[in-house]
């Protein structure tokens, strides 16, 4: 099969189009990964070289050997995405040892995978565990409303995760276990990969303060979503701050509790403290 017209191929691009077209994406901000499966690793095979050298990826990621990553070039653009994936996006191969990777299809103007590979990778070899192997996703993006909440906010997990429920109904059963924050840290290295992934145990949200957030879901849709219901919620608590009363009145964790039953979901009583 021709790589392009392979479904995952397909709904990784959409997802870079429908990002930049949120404005997560200014210049060559943000960054996308996709586990691919087995099957579909044998549908596109053809098209796949294991010529180029192996690299050192700057992190160990045992659990994810011999995995196949569709991801984002460094330094590209997501607006350009669709319009030349082959010069934008890649897919590479992780070692037997989980140490190094090598180009096995793409950046045909030449690159090297997203400067973000070390988180992208530890989130997801964190996320193959936690999930039983169900998540394949994880989006890199610079939300701008969420982004602000970090100067304004305590850079809490509790207390992001209790501002966001609390701005939309249908956010708790989107994300129950809640939001993790990292506080301001160099981006691209292997400290705040290591700090990201560590929040990814328990959540499918990282903030990171003052830069973005990270995502992590089973398929494109659910991750998309999921970065799109975090931000919009960010967007009605910076409307809501913004209007100078405060909230005259909002969800209860009473409520929240009863929200729990209807919908099935279980929200840990951490974040429905009394304030
Ligand atoms: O430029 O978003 O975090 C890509 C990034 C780095
Ligand atoms: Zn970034």
Redesign the pocket.
Known sequence: MNILEAPFVKGFIRMCDDGFNQNWHER????LSYRIREDEVESIKEELAWDKPWQPMGTSVPGLKGEYFLVTGSGKYFRNVALDPEANICIVEVDETGENYRLCWGLVKGGKP???LPSHLMNHEVKKTASDGRHRVIY?A?PANLIALTFVLPLEDRVFTRELWEMATECPVVFPDGVGVVGWMV??GREIAVATSELMKKYNVAIWAH??CFCSGEDFDLTFGLMHTVEKSAEILVKVLSMGSGKLQTISPDEFRALAVDFKVTLPEEFLYEK
């Open positions: 060559n901000g943000g960054n997203t400067s973000e890199h610079h981006p691209g830069h973005g």
